[in-house]
């Protein structure tokens, strides 16, 4: 860690990044893209390929969810869901869910996910994440951000970075959450990616979903990807997080230490912004067993057998593993 003395000059250079990730400066966001309710079915993609984590999936197109209920919006909300009703047959792709793709393109961004309630239990793999759009190639060339992550009865929500190679993190940063992997390259380690896992309770799985849900905040620019969490009830919660502002000077000292801090740039760890991450879209989905999920499957404590049997069997398992959205905002700088 920093000596005091260190950060306290750290604080008096206003804006400042330091290379562990503490961003002390106040930039001015302003609303780009607002997404509640309807917006979702006109402007997000329903996909339809194989899962590329090799989940037992089958990932349904728009009139295909909205026919089954499946998805469905309100005024104000956006629901998504798997099958809770239907026996699988082991021949068939998998269980039917929903993966979806904002046609909007962002780079340097503020990403605000106002949640009510997640995909919990056993055999999920709910995940809330950014993607390059592809300029630079396919994946992992442009970058991926997990945002909201986690598998089966995961208890803390898990922020990650994916990339090309020579993307490293430091162990210790400012931040709340643990470190739990810093090497952020796709091709090492069964793509592990480097991650953070959080440290405020009710941040992922049942617990959330039983405290009302909460907000995420994604922050990305030249000096790193910060992410912050706030719970439903939280006092500390921003106003301008709690009541969606147009415009405002956000991530200043008010905010705390994000859960999850990735430093880029000259000062983290050899990680260049430009060469590892471009323009992305937004993400939503939900998988099952799979790469995490399936091989974390025997000590998870959920059943005997195996994974893809229990989803295959148990359409009943499923009938919290939901997605309910209040809203994404997307904030970019306003210079």
């Not at 990305?220 to 910060?226: D, L, M, T, W, Y």
């Not at 430009?274 to 499957?297: I, K, Y």
């Amino acid at each position: 860690m920093l000596l005091l003395s260190t950060l306290v000059l750290g604080l008096v250079g206003v804006p400042c990044v330091t290379g562990w990730g503490l961003d002390v400066g106040s930039t001015h966001y302003r609303i780009n893209e607002t997404y509640i309710g309807y917006d979702f079915l006109d402007k997000w993609t329903w996909e339809t390929l194989d899962d590329p984590t090799h989940g037992r999936v089958d990932y349904i197109d728009q009139r295909t969810a909205l026919q089954t209920n499946l998805s469905y919006a309100t005024p104000t909300t956006f629901y998504m869901s798997a099958d809770s009703h239907s026996t699988i047959p082991p021949s068939s792709r998998g269980r039917p869910s929903v993966r979806i793709t904002s046609q909007d393109i962002f780079a340097d961004s503020l990403i605000v996910l106002d949640l009510a309630h997640m995909p919990e239990g056993c055999a999920t793999w709910p995940a809330f994440w950014t993607l390059s759009a592809g300029k630079h190639g396919g994946w992992p060339n442009g970058g991926e951000i997990d945002i909201v992550e986690g598998v089966n009865n995961q208890a803390a929500n898990l922020a990650s970075l994916h990339t090309t190679s020579n993307c490293q993190m430091p162990q210790q940063r400012f931040q709340s959450g643990t470190t739990t992997s810093t090497n952020c390259d796709a091709a090492v380690a069964s793509n592990t990616g480097c991650g953070v896992s959080f440290s405020k309770v009710a941040t992922y799985g049942s617990a959330f979903n039983n405290a009302g849900g909460g907000w995420y905040v994604m922050m990305r620019g030249g000096g790193g990807v910060k992410v912050w969490f706030w719970g439903r009830g939280d006092p500390t919660t921003p106003i301008e997080i709690r009541d969606g502002w147009d415009d405002f000077y956000g991530a200043d000292l008010s905010w705390g230490f994000p859960e999850a801090s990735f430093p880029i740039g000259e000062m983290g760890g050899g990680c260049g912004y430009e060469d590892h991450f471009d323009e992305h879209r937004m993400v939503f989905d939900l998988t099952f067993c799979g790469d995490w999920a399936g091989s974390v499957w025997p000590m998870s404590g959920c059943a005997a057998g195996s994974c893809e049997d229990y989803v295959n069997d148990n359409p009943k398992a499923f009938a919290n593993a939901y997605w309910e959205v209040n809203s994404v905002r997307v904030y970019t700088p306003h210079m």
